[in-house]
T-cell receptor, first 114, second 111 residues
């Protein structure tokens, strides 16, 4: 089955700096890669996603890049703000389970310091 | 309002006492799933369902049961809870191939 690895597990940046979180996946058939943000005590919420036919997608300060050949994808947050502090999860959807099996990375605790 | 709901939100129980956590969605999604979240382990899938009466094991199904008798509901059943099932549980639903929407979570403590 699919295996998703995520790095780093913790990341501390100064407000205004950029943050980058990287994930690799194992199943070359995976075709959808969402990123979730989870604030303390709350549910994971989708912040951006990318499909396998696209190399990069941007939404304001957030961008995701995908390298299908290398089987890795990354989340980029620019001009970080204190409210960006949260746990971020990458995920990959593969063909198992009818195309809905979502395998998560283990998460990155991002802390934006003032 | 489109949403996934779970009940109860918090539950303290004792070893061996059967419990059910309910999950309901109002988005007519075919796909529903249960996850457990533990520190350092991320979100791990317990069971999922592709449609009514269709369920399958995820990555950590031991000690859990599910049923899908109606499209909107997907309860998680712990027939004989043990302390290692103490965790934060999330239900999620989705359209095929699309991202999943999560419920608010159920925090379970098994003594």
């Amino acid at each position: 089955g699919e295996n998703v690895e995520q790095h780093p597990s913790t990341l501390s940046v100064q407000e205004g700096d950029s943050a980058v979180i990287k994930c690799t996946y194992s199943d070359s058939a995976s075709n959808y890669f969402p990123w979730y943000k989870q604030e303390l005590g709350k549910r994971p919420q989708l912040i951006i996603d990318i499909r396998s036919n696209v190399g990069e997608k941007k939404d304001q300060r957030i961008a995701v890049t995908l390298n299908k050949t290398a089987k890795h994808f990354s989340l980029h947050i620019t001009e970080t703000q204190p409210e960006d502090s949260a746990v971020y999860f990458c995920a990959a959807i593969g063909l198992t389970g009818g195309g809905n099996k979502l395998t998560f990375g283990t998460g990155t605790q991002l802390k934006v310091e003032l | 309002e489109a949403q996934v709901t779970q009940n109860p939100r918090y539950l303290i129980t004792v070893t061996g006492k059967k419990l059910t956590v309910t999950c309901s969605q109002n988005m007519n999604h075919e796909y529903m799933s249960w996850y457990r979240q533990d520190p350092g382990l991320g979100l791990r899938q317990i069971y999922y369902s592709m449609n009514v009466e269709v369920t399958d094991k995820g990555d950590v199904p031991e000690g859990y049961k599910v049923s899908r008798k109606e499209k909107r509901n997907f309860p998680l059943i712990l027939e004989s809870p043990s302390p290692n099932q103490t965790s934060l549980y999330f239900c999620a639903s989705a359209d095929r191939g699309e991202t999943q929407y999560f419920g608010p979570g159920t925090r379970l403590l098994v003594l």
